[in-house]
């Protein structure tokens, strides 16, 4: 039995038990701990699977802020945990365990019978990269083959973002989101949040740079700068702008509005809607990823700090 | 048991765990997290049949590992609106409650406004 093995078979024991301690634990809090740590081992077990690049975004985007966000939930929500109710009997549960089994099993007899040889677009993806003038394969479909998706997932992003800001109350539509965070100027996190967002701008902005040939990319960049932008925000170091700000509405459309243009051109250019023109296919697509990159850090670091809660102006 | 079996097994169990804690939880939060968890299995089970598409030096096949990365953000931006709208619910009623019978409590903190 090799090395590997026993090390994939441990990781496999610890995202099982991480992901088992979500759902047994007894508070909402300790279940979003159990998330964020689920989050990271995964990260492990993409590394494993040879798809860093999803290992990057499943830490930062899966684990990182889908935590933040839990974890603020769970607090905001505990003092409702010990009023609701005990959920279904045991019987119900037991239905219940039976028929996910039964799911698990199903999904479980798929993987051990998959075919033998499996069905790969890699060799397609690898011949057309060159013309798309990066080496990453997985950033080439991100931003060339599958372009559409990418186009897509912006609205979706900014669409989830209109979704939350509606949810504000009429008073407070246009100002800030959340409550201002007042910290003690020399507390750990306020230094943190002085010291820290330098490196960590460089580190986004280098991760969507180093994503045309290597692992990273504009998702993995913009949670990167997100994450900053949040210690700073969270850190009382800066306030989080008012939501009715044009440039941050310009900002946050930005990505789209280039992304849909460049792909109009490409009817005139290059024949097809989101096709790039093999000459100019990197400057596009870096064209592409710059307010592409804004927009992603943008709107994840908005869709955690929520709906706005304080009039514009207000402090 | 290779790399695939292995982690592709993992992803079942982890989308029977996030169904069975999505059934059966009755806070609206655990329900949420436990359909993260579900998410995030059928991600794993993706990624395990991208990792059979490796091919010379490429480690798996592209496409699905994109496919992946663009659902690992439209999932976090459902949850986001998913918490924002149970945070909602809380300051309106006081409770975080999906049973309609459920006694409705004082809205917490009104003192702004």
Known sequence: MS???????TLAVLVLGAAAWTIAARSAFAASVGYVSYGLLLALVWVQLAAVDVALTEAAIGSGLTGVLLLSAAATLRVTEARSGPGPGLPMRIVAAICCALVTAAIAVVVLTLPDAAPTLAPEAVAALPATGVGNPVTGVLMAFRALDTLLEKVVLVLALIGVWSLAPDRYWGGHPGLRHRLPADGVLPFLARTLPP????LGIHLMWTGADY?????QGGTVLAAMWLVVMMAGVRDAPAIRERWLRLALVSGPVVFLAVGLAGMLTAGAFLAYPVDYAKPLILLIEVPMLLTIALALGLLVAGPPERAAGSS | MSTVTLFGLCGAVL????????LTHPQPLRKLIAFNLLGSG???????IARRGAWNAVG???????LVITAIVVAFAATALAVALLLRLFKETGEATLDPTAPVGAPPGRSES
């Open chain 2, 60 to 66: 798996g096949d592209p496409v699905p590992q994109a």
């Open chain 1, 3 to 9: 090395l590997t093995y026993v090390l994939e078979a």
């Open chain 2, 15 to 22: 989308i029977g765990l996030g169904l069975f804690g999505a």
């Open chain 2, 42 to 48: 059928i991600f794993l089970l993706f990624g395990t």
């Open chain 1, 215 to 219: 692992p990273g990319g504009a998702f």
């Open chain 1, 199 to 202: 490196l960590g701008v460089l």
